[in-house]
């Protein structure tokens, strides 16, 4: 049960109701069923209320009574976190505080190429708003219709534009953050040049709801694309997926925007599970690229590019099969493919999921030398290994043998290991782009070096000294102040 009968809880309850009106607090059991589990429901949360803030004010005005009544709050924009971080833990004494009433786009800047976002707009919708007025947001993602850019910002997300524009990180301008204690700390200026001692933005962008509620953006707009070429091409191995990177980069004149791998067991979970999903060539390979080349310039010659970056590649023997897009039509369809393997893997059942990275010079060695030794221990378990691997990022997947879980569960501690250890040798991240959470904050301390951790935890201590934003994130323990080393 909701500890809502707590006189504390009842208190605080007619305080934030106050600030945010009837319509802003949810108390509902139906209503706030949805928000209290995550996309992978993995994690069951229980909150006292939720709380639904349309204005900075009312977000400043908020946590200023949680913080004053000692209650901690966990920030939630579209829900669609990988890792656990956007639900409330099961203790039921956290409130929820979720954005999405904050959702105005308060400028579009053409001539500083910027757009002011609050934090709960959807990740379409600014593209959307964008490229009205002939502009481009380039962060692209599979849950961009739900997603919203606070969520964006506070996980740092990557996605499948990121080798040509950089994540989430490189596309901020500036911030507006409601800092634990209720005060709101705001740079919304739109320099791309402000050498002014440290760039406090970048404490909030990936800090994952830890430091304080983001509410408003400003982010770089880029001019729309004019041009797109898409291709879905077919490859033996990983050393030729790597060397079609290689060559498409240097000769497309650096348009290349797009470039994901999709193996054959990702292909046909999608087909089996995905309604829609359509395999655009005949014969069954290995490995699959879908790339994407583009420019703001209609007359760029793309499609010459694109013919004869595959052409010279056929003739390496590195493709083997392949089709370009003729229409848009077609272009969409590859992408909803690519992002079928996604469901596809969800619908099948259970599997076990590694987000990793690696520097793109070992990408095709590192899936190599992963798949071998999990093939050794674990020979009839499937890997998906597909992604954005143009930016040298692989979710590294593991499913069951078709229609049989047994014990597979109890093998995913010894999948972790295998795939975490590799990734070790190979000087990647246990976490490309979807962040710690809750899932892999037991990891963190076990990888981060101590000075980093020391650090980490330094900063939460200075920015939120009483623990009160998203305490169950990042940190093993949470990070009072008698847990700092001095
Ligand atoms: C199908 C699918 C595909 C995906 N593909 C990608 C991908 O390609 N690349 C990628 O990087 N991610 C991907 N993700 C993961 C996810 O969509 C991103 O992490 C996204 O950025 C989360 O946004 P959200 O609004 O849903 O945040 P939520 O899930 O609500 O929250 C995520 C974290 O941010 C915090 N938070 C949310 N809003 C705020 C705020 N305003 N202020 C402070 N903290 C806040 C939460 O407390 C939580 O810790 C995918 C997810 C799905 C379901």
Same mark, same amino acid.
């Given at each position: 049960?909701?500890?809502?009968?707590?006189?504390?809880?009842?208190?605080?309850?007619?305080?934030?109701?106050?600030?945010?009106?009837?319509?802003?607090?949810?108390?509902?059991?139906?209503?706030?069923?949805?928000?209290?589990?995550?996309?992978?429901?993995?994690?069951?949360?229980?909150?006292?209320?939720?709380?639904?803030? @349309?204005?900075?004010?009312?977000?400043?005005?908020?946590?200023?009574?949680?913080?004053? @009544?000692?209650?901690?709050? /966990?920030?939630?924009?579209?829900?669609?976190?990988?890792?656990?971080?956007? /639900?409330?833990?099961?203790?039921?004494?956290?409130?929820?505080?979720? %954005?999405?009433?904050?959702?105005?786009?308060?400028? %579009?800047?053409?001539?500083?190429?910027?757009?002011?976002?609050?934090?709960?707009?959807?990740?379409?919708?600014?593209?959307?708003?964008?490229?009205?007025?002939?502009?481009?947001?380039?962060?692209?993602?599979?849950?961009?219709?739900?997603?919203?850019?606070?969520?964006?910002?506070?996980?740092?997300?990557?996605?499948?534009?990121?080798? #040509?524009?950089?994540?989430?990180?490189?596309?901020? %301008?500036?911030?507006?953050?409601?800092?634990?204690?209720?005060?709101?700390?705001?740079?919304?200026?739109?320099?791309?040049?402000?050498?002014?001692?440290?760039?406090?933005? &970048? %404490?909030?962008?990936?800090?994952?709801?830890?430091?304080?509620?983001?509410?408003?953006?400003?982010?770089?707009?880029?001019?729309? #694309?004019?041009?797109?070429?898409?291709?879905?091409?077919?490859?033996?191995?990983?050393?030729?997926?790597?060397?079609?990177?290689?060559?498409?980069?240097?000769?497309? $004149?650096?348009?290349?925007?797009?470039?994901?791998?999709?193996?054959?067991?990702?292909?046909?979970?999608?087909?089996?599970?995905?309604?829609?999903?359509?395999?655009?060539?005949?014969?069954?390979?290995? &490995?699959?690229?879908?790339?994407?080349?583009?420019?703001?310039?209609?007359?760029?010659?793309?499609?010459? @590019?694109?013919?004869?970056?595959?052409?010279?590649?056929?003739?390496?023997?590195?493709?083997?099969?392949?089709?370009?897009?003729?229409?848009?039509?077609?272009?969409?369809?590859?992408?909803?493919?690519?992002?079928?393997?996604?469901?596809?893997?969800?619908?099948?059942?259970?599997?076990?999921?590694?987000?990793?990275?690696?520097?793109?010079?070992?990408?095709?060695?590192?899936?190599?030398? @992963?798949?071998?030794?999990?093939?050794?221990?674990?020979?009839?378990?499937?890997?998906?290994?597909?992604?954005?691997?143009?930016?040298?990022?692989? #979710?590294?997947?593991?499913?069951?043998?078709?229609?049989?879980?047994?014990?597979?569960?109890?093998?995913?501690?010894?999948?972790?290991?295998?795939?975490?250890?590799?990734?070790?040798?190979? $000087?990647?991240?246990?976490?490309?782009? &979807?962040?710690?959470?809750?899932?892999?904050?037991?990891?963190?301390?076990?990888?981060?070096?101590?000075?980093?951790?020391?650090?980490?935890?330094?900063?939460?201590?200075?920015?939120?000294?009483?623990?009160?934003?998203?305490? #169950?994130?990042?940190?093993?323990?949470?990070?009072?102040?008698?847990?700092?080393?001095?």
């Amino acid at each position: 049960m909701p500890d809502q009968t707590r006189p504390a809880f009842q208190d605080l309850a007619d305080r934030l109701r106050a600030i945010v009106g009837e319509r802003g607090l949810v108390t509902d059991p139906d209503a706030l069923a949805p928000h209290l589990i995550d996309w992978r429901r993995r994690y069951f949360g229980r909150t006292p209320f939720m709380v639904r803030p @349309a204005t900075v004010d009312e977000v400043s005005a908020v946590v200023a009574a949680c913080a004053d @009544a000692g209650v901690s709050m /966990v920030p939630q924009g579209g829900n669609t976190g990988l890792v656990g971080g956007s /639900v409330p833990d099961e203790t039921g004494l956290q409130v929820l505080v979720n %954005l999405g009433r904050l959702n105005r786009v308060r400028e %579009l800047d053409r001539a500083n190429y910027t757009i002011t976002v609050e934090a709960g707009c959807i990740l379409a919708d600014i593209q959307q708003a964008a490229a009205a007025d002939g502009m481009l947001f380039p962060l692209s993602l599979g849950a961009e219709g739900s997603c919203q850019i606070g969520g964006n910002l506070s996980t740092n997300a990557g996605g499948n534009a990121v080798l #040509h524009y950089g994540n989430m990180r490189d596309l901020v %301008l500036g911030l507006e953050v409601v800092l634990p204690d209720g005060r709101v700390w705001q740079d919304l200026r739109g320099l791309r040049k402000d050498n002014t001692g440290y760039d406090l933005k &970048h %404490l909030f962008i990936g800090a994952e709801g830890s430091l304080g509620i983001i509410t408003a953006a400003i982010l770089k707009l880029f001019p729309a #694309h004019a041009d797109s070429q898409t291709a879905l091409v077919a490859l033996h191995d990983l050393s030729s997926v790597m060397a079609l990177f290689d060559a498409a980069r240097r000769r497309s $004149g650096d348009q290349l925007v797009a470039f994901e791998l999709m193996p054959r067991v990702g292909i046909d979970l999608a087909l089996q599970h995905v309604t829609g999903a359509i395999d655009p060539l005949e014969e069954r390979y290995p &490995h699959y690229v879908l790339l994407e080349l583009a420019s703001s310039r209609s007359e760029a010659g793309l499609r010459a @590019a694109l013919e004869e970056i595959l052409e010279a590649a056929f003739e390496e023997g590195w493709v083997v099969d392949g089709t370009i897009a003729a229409t848009e039509e077609q272009a969409r369809q590859l992408w909803f493919l690519r992002e079928a393997i996604v469901e596809g893997q969800r619908l099948n059942g259970a599997s076990i999921k590694h987000d990793v990275s690696v520097k793109t010079s070992r990408m095709g060695d590192f899936i190599d030398t @992963a798949k071998a030794r999990l093939a050794e221990r674990f020979p009839d378990d499937r890997v998906v290994a597909f992604g954005h691997v143009g930016d040298g990022n692989v #979710h590294f997947n593991i499913c069951p043998p078709a229609g049989d879980e047994t014990g597979f569960a109890e093998r995913g501690p010894a999948f972790t290991e295998i795939v975490f250890g590799t990734v070790a040798e190979f $000087g990647g991240s246990i976490s490309a782009e &979807h962040g710690i959470g809750r899932l892999r904050r037991e990891k963190l301390a076990d990888v981060a070096s101590p000075v980093d951790l020391e650090l980490m935890r330094r900063i939460k201590q200075a920015v939120d000294p009483a623990n009160l934003m998203n305490p #169950h994130v990042l940190f093993v323990e949470p990070s009072t102040g008698s847990d700092l080393d001095r």
